[in-house]
């Protein structure tokens, strides 16, 4: 019998074949022939769409002639979506599933096989070509969270493989690549407004045009306030960004210089009670709890202290959650002369990335239940729980522990890449290229301050105390600090590389590259000891805080690695081809990394950290036409030696290296059966499983669904007089996943539906309607990530977001 493996290959190889032959067919029939002036605009401007994410050529290529697995989204399909965040635009790309429930940061992002437990490690995030952040994650802070969404944006190209491992920062997963809207000689502007669930008021600004001869510039931003869809008595979100490009036209070269300014806060949302049965199978709502709009968060507990130490205290604002301030500039220069094409980029981010957030601890229990624990643990024979204003809470009360964290990250970086490119031979292209980035992060943490409340939304804090006078909670508090590091990290990344293109005919175009990086990274780390904050023992709830002792232990590591590529397209058609792609990537230590591993971290035979290298092998099929568009392609990954960490609720750390492989198929396609109707399907199929470490060899690669997908529909009514609607809506559905490594911690499968609409009266004026999960759907996206196993019965997990609209209203000028 055939392994499963072999099937699937077999399957896509078939289908690849079939549609090629078509595509060829086609291409044959009407190779003398002009382009059908039935096409409508849109298939024309997606037949000529060029990508630049992962081109050595400064001018791009057309994305049907691209030799690797390329996403694209334009403003129109941006606002379509409806993303709730920066990271739920990657609902839109095949082989990535983001778990964007945190709200607008936090998001974890997995890459099709590519083992992570948490946020963003295989996803980075550019700006005009340059990331923004040259590390694309770090604890408590991941890529998406550095940008915001807003009407300067002209498109995103999301490139997944390919060679993405040369150039830039050498991602081997997924590169997510912002193209700032530029100014051109035709002016153009537009003021938005827009409201929805959690009383949002937001608007949006943009203007660009010619400003003289040769220079042109554009400015844009938004201010927005909202209270969310899960609504704590308190803005969920409430900030404002601005952001500037200009542009010098320069003979046979272009100059542009970019800034943006943020200042945003957004909550961020973790796990809620739930009931879990038939093994995690079956998820159901907990009593008295909605969670689809529900939030433990609430004003009583906004505004908290942390007892840091002896005579010190600290106050936090959960308002602030997991928020953005922080400045990036940078630079993209092109230049052709005598035969040579000469490009730079540069970006410099400084920033605040600070979390300030509610964690949930243990799964909930009866009031009673406590009291129970906290007298076996604590002595005594009688326990008195009361709210903050001073009224019994009952034994049969539903409480939940949740710590309320501080997380403080000053960052900088520089980061810069110079290509230089030659036809030396005819139709041999080579490009030699350096890339540099400079970074840091200033990290003060405070982990733990457990709180024992109530188990409904916006929860009472409770008071806990025994009649041997031991006091186990206070305003709520109920445990210490229980990791507080403040620690100094610098890198510094240098690569080299070298490409060669290669158009053999009209119909053959290969390319190589080979890349060699360095990357060196220091840390200056916090001797930590634990001690009692009051020096009273009976105040139990901040016994064995954890605290720096004043000593400090430096850490350093080098490493050096290369990364390989090789891919080749052949054209069918004038607007179908067939490629094929092999890579070979890696990704380096972090600084967390180096942190947890301690003296351990240095490269040496003892090393527990080793260089994660990745292999992927992506063979695929491109065509764009009137009636059909399909991307399709299939991939083979294989990840030897990633480190994992995952922080329980006790504070203990678990630490494990594995690795993984996987293969599986990546679809996008559009069909137009008839006039103003257009059927779109993306998603994947994908087996990808550990290897390596014995605890998970053969287990499914934790949080990554076997399939997904989205079916969208979209049909476009005239009204006459310029003025038309445009209907859509969008069915997706999500496999069942496994929360953590073991596959202890089952997350089912769920679907969404999501629905919008589009009024255009003429040119100018624009009205859009948007629902999402219309159908109050339950869906986990996250499990308990602080408990090493699932159950059944009341437990905490992170669920979709129930049921929210949006309306706007733009006026083109």
Not at 182 to 192: A, L, M
Not at 326 to 352: I, P
Not at 573 to 590: E, I, M, P, W
Not at 714 to 721: A, D
């Amino acid at each position: 019998m055939k392994s499963p493996n072999t099937l699937l290959l077999s399957s896509i190889t078939l289908a690849v074949l079939t549609l090629a032959q078509q595509a060829q067919a086609q291409a044959q029939a009407g190779a003398d022939q002009a382009p059908s002036p039935a096409a409508s605009k849109e298939v024309q401007a997606e037949i000529q769409q060029v990508v630049v994410t992962g081109v050595a050529a400064a001018g791009g290529i057309r994305k049907v002639d691209s030799a690797f697995s390329i996403t694209t989204a334009n403003e129109e399909q941006l606002k379509a979506a409806s993303p709730t965040s920066t990271a739920d635009i990657l609902k839109l790309v095949p082989g990535v599933y983001a778990e964007a429930t945190g709200g607008q940061s936090g998001a974890n992002i997995e890459v099709r096989g590519f083992p992570s437990g948490s946020d963003s490690p295989f996803v980075s995030v550019q700006m005009q070509g340059n990331p923004i952040y040259p590390v694309p994650t770090l604890s408590f802070f991941e890529g998406s969270s550095a940008f915001r969404l807003d009407d300067t944006i002209e498109r995103v190209e999301v490139l997944r493989g390919g060679p993405s491992t040369i150039f830039s920062s050498g991602q081997p997963g997924a590169t997510m690549n912002f193209i700032l809207k530029k100014g051109t000689d035709t002016p153009e502007g537009s003021i938005r407004f827009s409201t929805g669930t959690g009383e949002l008021r937001r608007v949006d600004l943009f203007y660009g045009g010619k400003i003289s001869d040769g220079w042109y510039g554009t400015v844009g931003g938004f201010y927005r306030k909202t209270n969310g869809v899960r609504d704590a008595g308190f803005p969920a979100d409430d900030g404002s960004q601005i952001t500037a490009t200009l542009t010098r036209k320069l003979d046979q070269g272009e100059l542009t210089l970019y800034a943006r300014r943020t200042n945003d806060k957004n909550a961020f949302y973790t796990g809620v009670p739930l009931i879990s049965s038939n093994e995690g199978r079956s998820i159901s709502e907990f009593p008295g709890f909605d969670p689809l709009k529900g939030t433990l968060m609430s004003n009583e507990m906004r505004r908290f202290t942390v007892e840091a130490g002896p005579g010190k205290t600290l106050n936090y604002n959960l308002g602030d959650g997991r928020g953005l301030k922080a400045t990036v500039f940078g630079a993209e220069f092109d230049q052709k002369f005598g035969g040579w094409t000469v490009s730079n980029k540069f970006n410099r981010f400084d920033g605040d990335m600070n979390t300030i957030a509610m964690f949930t601890g243990n799964n909930p229990l009866s009031m009673g239940a406590y009291n129970t624990a906290a007298l076996k643990a604590n002595g005594g024979t009688a326990a008195t729980a009361t709210y903050l204003d001073g009224t019994p809470v009952a034994d049969s009360q539903q409480v939940v522990q949740a710590g309320l964290w501080a997380v403080e990250k000053k960052m900088k970086s520089f980061s810069d890449e110079l290509r230089v490119s030659k036809e030396w031979m005819k139709d041999n292209v080579v490009t030699v290229g350096g890339y540099f980035a400079d970074y840091s992060s200033d990290d003060t943490w405070y982990l733990g301050s457990s709180h024992l409340m109530t188990a409904v939304p916006n929860a009472r804090l409770i008071n806990v105390k025994l009649n041997n006078g031991v006091v186990v909670a206070n305003n709520g508090k109920d445990g210490p600090v229980f990791y507080a590091p403040n620690a100094s990290y610098d890198g510094r990344n240098t690569a080299f590389y070298i490409s060669n293109g290669w158009k053999l005919n009209e119909q053959v175009r290969l390319d190589a590259g080979v890349r060699r990086e360095r990357q060196k990274l220091d840390a200056t780390i916090s001797q930590l000891t634990t001690g009692d904050t009051d020096g009273n023992p009976l105040t139990v709830y901040n016994n064995n805080t954890s605290m720096p002792t004043g000593a400090y232990t430096a850490l350093h590591r080098s490493d050096s690695a290369t990364s390989f590529t090789v891919g080749g397209n052949y054209k069918l058609g004038k607007d179908s081809s067939l490629f094929a792609r092999a890579n070979t990537g890696h990704t380096f230590v972090s600084f967390d990394d180096l942190r947890n591993a301690g003296s351990q971290a240095k490269v040496d035979d003892r090393n527990v950290l080793p260089t994660p290298k990745i292999k992927q092998i992506e063979v695929g099929y491109k065509t764009v036409g009137q009636l059909f568009s399909a991307y399709i392609n299939y991939f083979h990954t294989e990840f030897d030696g990633i480190a994992f960490q995952q922080i329980l609720a006790n504070g203990n750390i678990l630490n494990s290296v594995s690795g993984s492989k996987g293969n599986g198929v990546e679809v996008e396609f559009a069909v137009r059966p008839v006039r103003d109707l257009t059927l779109n399907l993306t998603g994947n199929y994908q087996d990808s499983t550990y290897k390596d470490n014995p605890l998970t060899a053969g287990k499914q690669v934790q949080r990554q669904p076997k399939l997904q997908f989205r079916f969208t529909p979209t049909y476009r009514v005239g009204l006459g007089e310029n003025n038309a609607v445009k209907l859509y809506g969008t069915y997706t559905q999500i496999g069942a996943r496994w929360a953590d490594q073991a596959n202890q911690q089952y997350l089912p499968k769920y679907h969404t539906v999501d629905l919008g609409a589009l009024f255009t009266f003429g040119e100018k004026i624009e009205l859009r309607l948007s629902a999402n999960n219309v159908g109050n759907q339950l869906g986990l996206t996250e499990g308990n990530s602080r408990l090493t196993t699932g159950n059944s019965g009341p437990i905490n997990a992170r669920p979709l977001f129930g049921r929210s609209w949006e309306a706007s209203l733009m006026y083109r000028f």
